[in-house]
Structures are given as structure tokens and as C-alpha cells.
């Protein structure tokens, strides 16, 4: 494929999954290789190479015809890859996922009192080390508004209980509806309602604080101290209808000894907790996750 | 106090337990001085400084007066020791256990048919890391004889079924019977019962491949697999009648990816499960670990 | 000793270093007990338990007699220890050093433009996890004021280069004087020299973006990438004259693949740099260093 | 691609360098989809995707049209590969290297006294954790002979000195013709010379008890000790002719404290020693590594 002076290329992250067999390495490549493709990363996962189920994720560049602007670019190259893809969609019974390195994403950050994991992702997001936008904080105490304000970032309080929680996620629906493509639970003290987790499949982050499925639900750091454990952990997964039982993304270990009280853990237990979330947030970003089976597949 | 050119140096190794209040550093380390002893190594832990409980360790040595003889000279120092603790056992209602670094401690060493535990601690023992004699290996398999009679160490074959399984343990017992301070379960895949948890109290080390609390029980990295960790462990701990929820001595854990099968964790686990061990015999064999409200104190 | 009811508690901790030989733990402890001391922590290090050094670290309560001001009650306990000690003075050559859980500490933190060490303490300090008072913030940049400035800190820009620097280091130790117990360089891109160095001796914190001594000097990440390593790391040390070749107080480290580049490093390294430095000044702070021949003992 | 009855499937491991440009991936995976095959892993790496080199490894399985022996099954599957690539090898100027599950490599293991990493080596190799033959053990010291010969692996003899050394590496290289693929020094405790290393060029691996580039040379633990590092570690890379400078293929660290001697430190050094060289090892097995350089690529 010729480049012509005038092109621009897009950087696409795509991730394909489809029944496993011959032949589809070689046909997505082609299909991608067709369009003027430039493959910068890819990787696969097979669950088993006979009958199995493939997963692949590439990251590469593609030309684009017309002259650049933020909404006809991606559109030109997603007809491209649209066409290039039909036949394997028929062929291969291939599903696919794009995403676009110059459309941001837009994150929705729940936080309750606790804000070590809003600072640390509002931080990464002022240095650019997370390439999304923080769309809006909504939280259940006014708390932390100074701080989200500061930064220009829309912050919204929505007090909730078990009389009006219905009500209020509805308010949230609202407030998210075309605003927000993906939800970060910072140590966010409320259950969502399956309505809420409906709305957002595979697209809300939660960060508990321990080593799951050790300790799930409430009061981890307390039970980890009962069970006088030696290490203690903290654990991103998308939220699903069962408590702490959804796809991990990511978990991190911390030593500790018989020194440590509870309140010693929690302490330091939150400088796990924050990394661990803010690196399972930016993989989802990067397009590197797929969902199967309750599992996830990080690509690297 | 004068040391006389006959004098020798005993090592002891001394663990403490009492109510916490003032004055107990200062009366056992002066109880010490007074019988000659230099402190080398000292530890404490109190779960409340306000009524709480009192640990400590204490590693010293300690001159004997008369001529050194094996069994002679312990119970000289074992004399001094008692003397000068007697007041102390009034005044503080301390209790404390003693181990002499002149006295290898005796491990039985129980194993199935996995031998990465067992190889491990034979290396480490023929290597000097293990500051304690393997007394026998008791096996209900054949497969590891060879292994083990090559270095001297008896082995004793004792297949055992439920139906004979007060039988089996009643020989295991009489073969341990004077001959075996501690026992290692070294991956066996046998439940021991009450009678022989009790027969050695805090004094059975077992490997459990995960890191407990999560998936105790049976096939820990089956069930790994299926929820998807990125992060797999190994627990050392104490055997208590409840399976798998005794004090914890030392844990340790493995990152791992959606690429990993079970068998895969399996075989990447042992790396941890041999270590984990090996490092739970090595602070039990120095003295250093205290139980008390089913956790442990492992003193650095 | 009596406590009487308007006694209270003044927590004190203490680090010793002695030549060792035996006597020294009682004789501190009684000592400590006879002025109704509670101990509530003690650890302790020989370097040969034959003519070697002793060094020791107690934590503990001592009564105070006089009703309380936060002056009096310093020179009250200090008094009493001061008698206390000076017979172990004498008897074992003891220096001591003391410090006040109710005095914070005074620190100063040097930055320059990379923002995520300062960001840290920042954050640890207003949610009390480090228990020192942030005195000022001195710049070569003015990047970070309003961030400083907006928590009630004291921000000064001292610009620097080669033929300013013999005054601004004047200017920036007047500024200091009196009002810092010790110094923070949370990435400081500026040599010290000798003489700033020798008015904070063992008292200036520097976090370097290696694993010491490897890549040791300037551009650490870009020699890291050249050598291929698979894990970088960072190193806090205590300033001396030779760059980078102090007393190491703490390290950590994190895998790195090929895929890395040098920038890549950078801003992952970020996260091991601001948890490592924070480590070290809670240690600092909490009075858990002594220096020896070069080395640190960090008492657990 | 059809498979008759009589096929059987050859697993094929494929690592590829080039100069990057588009339409490699698409080439490659259509090429080998040309001859049956399936890919069950890939991996690429780009360290520029303008004007860089560009590197991959492909696992798959590839059916085998004739009767199988083990010779003519290699040839038969190699034969259609080298067909199919020979176009590619034109256009994209590719390299490539084939290695089959089939064929296990051969390693030869030099070790002096020491002997965790041989250890180590021979038990992974008993439980099929390695997939090679250890075709035979070399040592300057006859002390490991037995444990070699009881497992049947021939053990040879080669004393060397400063004088003796061109002929012994001449009676080396004579044992090793043709019948090793590899070398793995598990604490061989001289220094190659350069006409051994150049007849085995990215193939003899060493392990280096430190964490390089860190105390390369000579007695790391000690010099470890005298630095007073936090973290001590083990690297294993290939050999070049610069001591201690060749390609880093893996890494791993362990924690220790103040209270460690260097004795300590090489005493707990060794389990990571032995696991980081056991790795390294695997992954050579495996064709995960490729040198570009003087770094290493190592495909998950």
C-alpha cells in the first residue's frame, strides 16, 4: 500500500476472539496487512489448540486517505477495517474490539472517605501516565470536592442509603449516559445494583483490599489479622453481580509480621491498593483485557 | 563473672511468654547477667502495651563451670538457668522454653509421592542450612527409599487406608516414640488425627500448596485456575485439628498470568512450596517461632 | 515506681551503640525500669558478639512528673533518663541518642522538577502517616509552589548554578537554621556540597533512581536500558561526601521485560522511587537508623 | 490444509529477525497457515516500528505427510518450512531459527564445588521440568561425581590450571563435539577463554551471584556485605569474552537486613542462584531467547 504525502496514521488497538483454528493468524494479518497496516505488538492466548477458544490483541498504525480530523479520521479507518474484517467475521465466526489511540477515554471515578486511590489516579492523570480523561468523580461525601475541582474535573455528590439508592443510581445513570465509557470503584463504600453493573459490562474497575478470594467482603484487613497471615494483598476485578467474585485483572502482595495491627495493614495495605488499581485502570485503557469464562487475559 | 581457662560457652536459645508490665526486660536480661550470659540475639513483641501479652526471645551464651560433656554440661547451664528464672516465674508468672545450640533437634520428616519438599530438605540438611537431624522418613509410598537410605537416613514404609489408619498412626507413633522432637509433613497427603496432632503439639509443620486462607482444602491449584488469580502461594503452618486453619509460620507467592494451566501452577508452585517450607523448619529448628492465640510469633 | 494521677506518659525512643560485652541489656533495662519505664519495643544488633559493636533500640513509656507543657515534659523525662544513663556512660561507654514521640520532627524537603516523591509526602504527611511536620519546601524550580503553598507550607525558590551555589547554599542553610531537624532531597537534581552535607551529617535523605551501586550517577534508566537488565530499582541513602556511595536505608525493585524503554523505566520506576524514599524518612522519623562504618542498621 | 489419517502433528518453534517494515506478521502467519500449520503461541518485538529491528517467535504444530521416524519427520517438516520461508527470506531478508519438541537438546553442565545449581539442574531434569538431556557433567573437582553417576549421566574430569588450561579446553571442546547444544556453568568457577566461547556462541550460560551489573568480578557477597545493600541477587546471561558483561537473560532478588553476614547472604543467595539459572535455562530449551545487541529478547 502506497503512502501518499498527505496521510496520517492512526494508531488502532484491536482484540479479536473466535473459536480456535488454522489459518487465523495469517487471516487477520493479511485483512490488516491489506489495509497498510504497520503491526507494533501483538500477542495471543488459546484456552486449548484443539477446540479451544482464541484470543488475540494487535496494536498497530494505518494510514488514513482523508484529511485528518478527530471524527472523520476514525471513521475512515474504521470503514477500512470494517471491510477488511467482514470475511472474517464470516469465515472464522471472529468478534473484534477497536480502540483508537487518539480518542480518549473517558473514566468515571467513584470514592467514598478513603481517597488514596482518587490521589494516586488524579496524579497519573496530571502526568499523563494514564492516557484517558477523567470524565467525573462521583462520591457520597462531599470530602474529597476541593481537591477534584482544583483540577477542572466535574465532581458530584450523591449522598445515598438504602431507601434511596434506587433513586440515586438513577441520578448516576444519568449523569454518566454518553459521558463515560468505563467506571473506577477508588474504594467506593457502596454496592452497586445489578442495573448499575448491567449498564457498564466488563467496564467497572473495583480495587478490594485483599488477596482474593481470600478475605472477600467486608472487613479484610481485621479478618487478615485474625488469621495471622503473613502477606496481605489487594485485588482489581470487574464488577459482576456476585461480591468480589468478578474477573481479576490484577493483585499485588505486601510482607508483613506479627507486629502489624489491623490498622498497621490498612496503612500500609493502601500503597498496594492504589498501584494495583492504577495498574489494572491503565491496562484497561491500553485495550490489553478480554473477559472469558469469569477470567481475564491481560495481554502484555 | 570470672571465666576459668576450662570454661565453655553453651548457646541457648530462649523464648518467653508472660502478662506484659514493667520491669520483665530488665529482670530476665539481669537474671541472665547474673549467671554469666552474653546476649547475642533479643526480640520482643506485647499485643498491648496495656494488658496485653509479653513475648520475647532471647539467644546467649552462657558459661558452663564444669567439664564439658554432652549431657553434663546442658544440665549445668540447665541449672543455672532454672535458678536464676525461679524468682521470675513468681514475680511475672513468666513461662519459657529453652533449646541448647549443642542439641540437634530430631525431625521425621513425612512425605507422599511428590519429592520436591523432601529433596529440598535432604539438600539443605547434607548442605548444613538445616541445624537439625532428619531422625527417620516415614512415607506411605515406596517410591522414595532409595533416596533416602542412600544418606544414611531410616525410612519407614507405612501405606495406611482408612480402615487402618489407627493401626497405621499407632506404628507411626512407636516409631516416633523419643526419637522425633518435630515432624515435617512434606507434602503427605494424609490427614493426620487428633491423636497425632496431639502427640506433638505446635510441633507438626505442614505445606499447603496456597496461600492460605484462600483455597484451603483439597486441589488448591484446580482451584486457582478456575477463579483466575494472578498470583498463586504456599502457606507453612502449624497442624491444628481444623484442616488447614492452624498458626501460620511463613507464606510465600508466585506472579502468574491467564497463560498458566494448573499444571503449570503445579509445577512453578513447588519453587515456593519447597522454600516456604524449608524456612518454617529453619525457625522452628532456631527457636524462634512463639503460637499463641493460633498465630505466630516469628521473632527476626 | 509509683505512678500518680497526674502523672502521663511520654513516649521515648532510644538508640544505643557501645562496644559490646555482656551486662550492657540488663544494665540498660534496670535502668530504663528504674524510672518506670514501660518497654514496649526493643531490638537489638552485634557486629561480633567478640569484641565487636553493640548497637540497641528501645521504644518505651516513661512517667512523667510534673504537670505537662510541651517543654517541661521534655526536659523532665530527659532529666531522668540523663541520670539514669550517665553510670552506663561511665561502665560501657555508651553514647545514646534520644527522641520525643511528642515532638515531631522539623523536616525539609529539596526538589526539582519531577513532582512524585514530593506529591508523596506530601499526601503521607496530611494523612498522617509520617509523623513529622513538613517545616518548607525549597525549589530550583518555582513548578511546585501552588501545590505546596496551597497546604500551608513554605515554599522557597532558591535558583542555583555553578557560580551562584556557594551563596544560595548560605541563603538555603539560614533558611534552614533552627527550623529543620533533617533534610528530604525527593529528587534534587543539585550536588550538595561538603558543607551543606556536614551541617546535616546522617540527617539528608536522598533517593537515587537505581538499584545501588549499580548505575550510580546521572542518567540511571538510559544505563539500565543499555545493559539490559530485567529488574530496576531504587536506593534512599544518607548523604556524604562521595555522590551517591552514603549509607543505604532501603531499597526495592521491580521486573522490567525487553519491551522496555528507558522511558518506560522512568515512569514506572516513579512508583518504587516515591515508596522507597517514603520508607526511608518514616524510619528516619520513627528513630529506626543508626549509621555504622557506612552501613545502616534499620531496627524492625 | 488437509490432514490424512496417517499425519502426525510436529511442534515447531520458530524465532525470526529482520529489519522491520509492513506486511512481516501477514507474510510469516500466511506462510505457515501455506503448509498446515497451527500457531498455538506468538510473540513479537519491535525496537522501532520505523527503521528498527523486528523479532518473533512462533510456536505451532505442523502436520507431517510421510511415516514418522525420528529423522525423517524433522526433514520432512523442516524441508516444507525451508520452502516456505525461502520467498520471505528474500523479500523481508529474514532470519530464522527452527528448533522441534521433538528433538530434545543436548546440555552439558561445568560446575566446581558447589553444588545447588547442579542439584537443582539434575532434580528439575528427573521430574521432566526440563526438557533437554544433560549429555554430560564436567568439573575440575571430582566431588560431585557420584551424584552425576548414579543417575547415569557421564561425569568427566578435567582439572585445570593457569598452565594446563588451552589443553584441558582442548580435551573439553573434544567431549563436548557433537554431542552438546548448549553449556551451563552452575558455578564454574573459571574463567572461559575466548576460543571456548566462540564455539558456543549465545549458547553457554552462566549464573553470576549478584545483581548485575553490581559487584561483577569476584567475591560479590563479600563486597555486597561491605556496601550494606538491602537486596542481594542473582543474574544468569550468556558468556562473552567481557567477564561478567554478556546478555542478562533473567534476574531475581531476595531481602536481607543488617543482620546478615556475607556467609548469610551466601547461603540464602543460593536458592535464588539456583532458580534464576534454572529458569534461564528453561527458556534457552524453549527458543523464548533471542540476542540483539548484547540484550535479550525472551518471549513469554
Not at 488475540?56 to 471491510?83: G, H, N, Q
Request: glycine share 4%; with cysteine; charged share 20%.
Amino acid at each position: 500500500m502506497m503512502m501518499h504525502p498527505q496521510d496520517s496514521l492512526t494508531h488502532v488497538r484491536i482484540l479479536i476472539a473466535c473459536p480456535d483454528q488454522p489459518g487465523i493468524v495469517a487471516a487477520v494479518a493479511s485483512a490488516l496487512y491489506g489495509i497498510g497496516a504497520n503491526i507494533t505488538e501483538s500477542a495471543q492466548h488459546t484456552t486449548d489448540p484443539s477446540g479451544g477458544a482464541f484470543f488475540m490483541r494487535i496494536a498497530c498504525y494505518i494510514p488514513s486517505y482523508r484529511e485528518v480530523t478527530a471524527s472523520d479520521e476514525a471513521s475512515d479507518v474504521e470503514t477500512s477495517l470494517f471491510e477488511a474484517f467482514r470475511p472474517l467475521v464470516n469465515r472464522f465466526a471472529i468478534r473484534y474490539e477497536l480502540s483508537f489511540g487518539h480518542q480518549r477515554q473517558q473514566m468515571a471515578i467513584f470514592v467514598s472517605r478513603e481517597d488514596h486511590c482518587l490521589v494516586e489516579l488524579l496524579w497519573q492523570r496530571q502526568n499523563d501516565a494514564l492516557l484517558a480523561d477523567i470524565a467525573m468523580v462521583i462520591s457520597n461525601h462531599e470530602t474529597h470536592r476541593a481537591t477534584v475541582e482544583r483540577l477542572g474535573i466535574p465532581f458530584h455528590y450523591t449522598p445515598i442509603s438504602a431507601d434511596t439508592k434506587t433513586a440515586v443510581e438513577s441520578r448516576q445513570l444519568n449523569l454518566l449516559d454518553g459521558r463515560a465509557d468505563f467506571l473506577v470503584l477508588a474504594r467506593y463504600m457502596q454496592v452497586l445494583s445489578p442495573r448499575m453493573i448491567a449498564a457498564f459490562p466488563n467496564r467497572i474497575i473495583n480495587i478490594h483490599h485483599s488477596f482474593l478470594p481470600a478475605f472477600s467482603g467486608a472487613k479484610p484487613y481485621e479478618r487478615a489479622f485474625a488469621r495471622g497471615v503473613k502477606i496481605i494483598g489487594a485485588t482489581a476485578h470487574y464488577v459482576t453481580e456476585e461480591l468480589d467474585a468478578g474477573p481479576i485483572i490484577e493483585q499485588d502482595v505486601l510482607r508483613i509480621d506479627h507486629g502489624y495491627t489491623a490498622a498497621d495493614m490498612r496503612r500500609v495495605g493502601r500503597q498496594i491498593e492504589r498501584t494495583v488499581l492504577a495498574r489494572a485502570v491503565q491496562w484497561h485503557i491500553e485495550g490489553r483485557i478480554l473477559v472469558h469464562a469469569n477470567k481475564t487475559i491481560v495481554f502484555p
